[in-house]
């Protein structure tokens, strides 16, 4: 069994030749051995070259495959433009309709924005975890943060009740000390010093989880194996792993997160009881499907 946490319809690229309907992404899951994929929406943000796959799209392509796709919701925090907004008649209706997380949640906006903190606050209790991901930059999409994330902190511990899944370069360019500024919304290599701001604050906080998706989360994870290694046997209970395929055309290759699963169960060197944690058991726990 295997559960893909981040996966996506619609148009993510301008290339109109690259539109995953829905029938791609089912093909994509047949040829990687996906079971199941969470259908995360990006059309509420205005950031970025994101079309057709805003929340109510991935809710009706969701429920031609109700046994294999499980939507999320999305919603835009300066909807509204107030700080205390309430959104909970929006997130209910999404939950009530089959949704199990918030995300994308990608706005440019400071991570600790007073009306981002409402909606977390909010996600929370209707119990939808919420996706987000963080990209340095005034220009990209993405959530911002200072080095060594503090305003990450600043969420985890005022939001109690919302769970966090981090993803994007920014988050996982601080899985190490020493985080280059060139790199920072990279894809940074070599070895990762100790004490980087991604582990200490998911040992400290049980609110803060990790999906493994993208070229970021792949990168963060293989680019000092031995740390790799074992950032993925400390963290087992809190890791779900995500692909975040954005192309129609990635159907014709392996994406090289699953390859890197298949090397560490065949080569034994992560328990089979982790992997299955990491792979499926984790995801099916917090979203509760
Ligand atoms: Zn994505």
Not at 58 to 85: H, S, T, V
Not at 220 to 234: C, S, T, V
């Amino acid at each position: 069994m295997i559960i893909d946490i981040h996966g996506h319809i619609g148009r993510i690229l301008p290339d109109r030749r690259e539109f995953m309907d829905v029938t791609n992404l089912i093909a994509k899951m047949d040829a990687w051995g996906i079971d199941k994929t969470c259908v995360l929406p990006v059309s509420e943000h205005p950031e970025g070259a994101y079309l057709e796959a805003d929340t109510e799209d991935i809710i009706a392509a969701c429920g031609y495959y109700p046994e294999r796709l499980i939507p999320f919701c999305l919603i835009d925090p300066r909807y509204g433009n107030r700080p205390d907004m309430n959104f909970s008649y929006l997130l209910e209706e999404y939950k009530a309709r089959g949704c199990k997380g918030l995300g994308e949640f990608l706005p440019k906006m400071d991570f600790d924005d007073i009306r981002c903190m409402n909606l977390y606050r909010q996600a929370g209790k209707s119990g939808l975890p919420v996706l987000f991901d963080m990209q340095d930059g005034p220009y990209s999409y993405g959530l911002c943060d200072n080095y060594g994330l503090p305003k990450l902190e600043y969420a985890l511990k005022a939001c109690p009740e919302t769970i966090f899944i981090g993803h994007g370069p920014t988050f996982w360019a601080e899985i190490s000390a020493d985080v280059p500024v060139e790199d920072r919304s990279g894809y940074p290599g070599g070895l990762v010093q100790q004490g980087g701001a991604v582990p200490k604050l998911m040992r400290k906080y049980h609110n803060l989880w990790a999906e493994t998706s993208a070229r970021s989360g792949y990168n963060a994870i293989i680019r000092d194996p031995g740390f790799g290694l074992e950032f993925l046997d400390e963290f087992q209970d809190k890791l779900i792993f995500g692909i975040d395929s954005c192309r129609r055309s990635d159907v014709n290759q392996t994406p090289p997160i699953i390859k890197l699963f298949n090397d560490l169960r065949q080569q034994r060197r992560l328990t089979e009881g982790a992997i299955e944690k990491i792979t499926w058991k984790n995801c099916k726990q917090l979203l509760k499907i």
